[in-house]
């Protein structure tokens, strides 16, 4: 399916630059969280912006962070106010990033496709750099209908496919779960209903381990899924 106006309109990209508010702002801190380790700015790039959530936030909050898309109506789109551009920067540049974030992209690729994306990600890695994805958690079947939302969803991610993934594209797996709920950001409320139902997700997950004897790559109970990969040490 190719990217059109009615799929924009669709998505919700056709709304003015002016709407966007930090309604996600304490989902992104907490996704950040990953990128703790690194002292100072880290350099980050986003692949696949869509509509700039991830990276207005960026800029809200004097984070250093560009973005690459392959649909070049959302590059035109907000190349005025954010440091984006299409997906060539990707074998253009010669920068070097710490953090590179994937937020619900690799699902519209297909296995080889995904493949060559982080391989071109992996080139732009700093040394001790990570590149952070997010899709639809094909190990769930509450990830079913998250995966049959969009025509444009092509993968189904499970355990399995990650862990072949991480070694056709020789990457370290340094974190696999379910997605993240805010328990550091955001209001007070929200923090402790996020907590309560991580650890109900904890809970049910060791449950069905024990029924299913196999422990999941990803929680059985999470729409999505979040994996961090490092450079190989090899």
Known sequence: MKFNSRYSEWKGW??????KDGTLDPYFFELLNFSS???GR????EIGFGDADFLL??????IDAKGV??????????QKRLSVYNLSF?????E????IILIDVLEHLSLDNGCDLLLRAKRVLSKDGVILCRFPNGDSPFGISNFNSDPTHVTFYGGGLINLVSHQCDLNLLY??????????GPIYKRFANLFFLFLRKVLDVFFSLFLKKKPVFSYFSCNAIVVFSRSNG
């Open 96 to 99: 070097r990033y710490d953090v």
């Open 90 to 94: 990707l074998d253009e540049t010669f």
């Open 14 to 19: 056709d709304e003015s630059t002016s709407k």
């Open 176 to 185: 696999s779960d379910g997605d993240i709920y805010p328990v550091r950001f």
């Open 57 to 62: 936030f960026c800029q809200r909050n004097g």
């Open 42 to 45: 880290p350099k980050i790039l």
């Open 37 to 39: 380790k690194f002292p």
């Open 69 to 78: 898309e392959v649909n070049q109506t959302q590059v035109e789109k907000w």
